[in-house]
């Protein structure tokens, strides 16, 4: 793989992580436990959602934020090279414009929205990245035209949203040192490892402050983002601004347009059915009626492997079939040998899920699901 090609997979892997941290701080957010300092009112969960969605916007935010996960059971250790772990950063946004600082195990690297493009810079390699984002993306006008919803609107769509889930209703907290609210989730059908999300808000301001994921049965989240302090007001000139050192090299990004996109769409030919899909593939297909007892739901063809789930919603068990290359398939550093059916394969057990890969033939199938490893190696020696 040359130059180019590894700084953009860097690059990638960078923006991902950017926005994760951004999305976090920005679009969503939690609190499990309350910390000290005041705490607001007792209100209906619509309505604490009505005051954060009318709350006036401020003038300018700065956040830090931190990230914590506990990924692997019985481990702080293992993921201690990932990016995500013990991950912290900075954001500052005002006017429509934001910049983000995070360090992590990677390094340091900083994202940036100037209203009409983002921007990714990677101090190690002394690279930019900087992708235009076309007028409907960023056009902001006519969501300002419509009105928020109104309380009896908000009642109406958690009443919706209660057939499929318990909702705590807006519990009153404090998070980063600001009276905050904080709604939990969980589903009322079968999840597997999924116990529960957590949002929480700022309850003046509407700015989200925590994200957090827990296991079933675990009162420790298995990801968690969290506002670790912030302060309203104006910023200093340039705060939301990135400003790239004399010789940062600046490489220009690209969306699609529509017509390309339709035009792939085009060349993409997918079919569904196990008959159809079985002479699609150029392999054995190996899909049988019941995997881990859960019924097979769907077959579909994907790239050139196929698609076979099995169960619903989080409970169900993805299987994916593809021709066994001659490299064979990459394997992450923290998946462990594992042996299915005296096959050799690798495994990755996490608190919320685990995933089973391993070759049979000239076929590599991938179990994956929010399931205990046991489950996704059964279903995997099932397979063989």
Known sequence: MGRGKRSSVRMLGWAGLALVMLGAVSVTAMALTASHGKVPPSKPLAVALHDAATAAPPAGVTAH????????????????????????????A?????????????GSTQLAYDGSSVTFYNPKNHAAYRLALPSHMR??????????????????????????????????????????????VRSRHPSGL??????????????????????????TPALELVVTDIRF???SAGATSLTLPAGTHTEALHLPSKQQVQ????HVHSVSGAGAVAKAVQF????????????????????DGALIVYGKGLDALLVYEKRAGGQGAAVLPVMSPVSVNGAAGHELETTLGSVVEFSKGRVTYTIAGFQTADTILSAAQSLH
């Open 65 to 92: 934020f931190a990230v914590h996960q506990h990924l692997i059971p019985g481990s702080s250790t293992l993921l201690s090279s990932g990016p995500l772990a013990g991950a912290t950063g900075t954001v500052w």
């Open 94 to 106: 005002a006017g429509g414009k934001v910049r983000v600082s995070v360090h992590s195990q990677l």
């Open 139 to 184: 056009d902001t006008s006519t969501a300002a035209a419509h009105a928020p919803p109104s309380v009896a609107d908000i009642s109406k769509l958690l009443t919706g949203f209660g057939k499929d889930a318990v909702l705590s209703g807006a519990i009153p907290g404090n998070v980063a040192g600001r009276p905050a609210y904080t709604v939990q």
């Open 194 to 219: 999924v116990g529960s999300l957590a949002l929480a808000w700022d309850a003046a301001r509407g700015v989200p402050l925590r994200f957090a994921i827990t296991p079933r049965g675990s009162s």
């Open 233 to 235: 007001g104006k910023l």
């Open 263 to 266: 035009g792939a769409a085009k």
């Open 284 to 303: 054995h297909l190996t899909a049988p009626a019941t995997l881990a007892g859960r019924p097979r739901s769907e077959v579909r063809s994907l790239g």
